[in-house]
């Protein structure tokens, strides 16, 4: 900023010494009109130039705001698009789980094939378990927001 600023700052600075110079001149005055009217026109240059020079960094100034304020609103976006990002992989990757817990239920409970005479109860259970922490994880997400 400084780089963009600094020109019209040191403008600025530079004609409002150059002003209050001549206009201490111009008040200690005691020479000729001609010199006098010398003065006064050096007077209104650098009144002129210090006013424009200030408009200009002003406009400047006020550029550099707009920008500063858009960069911080694609920030945010950024910040905004990264978390419903992570929340789409959350979501499919609980989406997948479900699937893949849905599938391992039918298979035990449409196999048609006997490996033993008593089915495995501790496997069932632990999917049952397992399924009920799905659940209870997709309710808290839901709840947190995610």
């Known amino acids: 900023m400084s780089l963009l600023l600094g020109p019209y700052e040191s403008g600025v600075r530079?004609?409002?010494?150059?002003?209050?110079?001549?206009?201490?001149?111009?008040?200690g005055h005691a020479g000729s009109s001609q010199s006098y009217t010398?003065?006064?026109?050096?007077?209104?240059?650098?009144v002129k130039m210090e006013s424009m020079l200030r408009g200009r960094l002003h406009h400047v100034q006020d550029k550099l705001a707009v920008m500063q304020d858009r960069r911080e609103a694609i920030h945010?976006?950024?910040?905004?698009?990264?978390?419903?990002?992570?929340?789409?992989?959350?979501?499919?990757?609980?989406?997948?789980?479900?699937?893949?817990?849905?599938?391992?239920?039918?298979?035990?409970?449409?196999?048609?094939?006997?490996?033993?005479a008593l089915p495995d109860t501790g496997l069932l259970g632990d999917l049952r378990e397992a399924r009920e922490a799905i659940i209870l994880a997709e309710a808290l997400m839901e709840l947190k927001g995610y």
């Open 14 to 27: 530079t004609w409002e010494e150059r002003r209050h110079y001549v206009s201490g001149q111009l008040a």
């Open 76 to 116: 945010r976006s950024l910040l905004e698009l990264e978390l419903s990002r992570k929340k789409l992989q959350s979501s499919r990757l609980l989406s997948q789980d479900r699937e893949k817990l849905s599938t391992i239920f039918s298979s035990l409970a449409g196999s048609t094939v006997a490996v033993s």
């Open 38 to 46: 010398a003065l006064s026109e050096l007077h209104d240059v650098a």
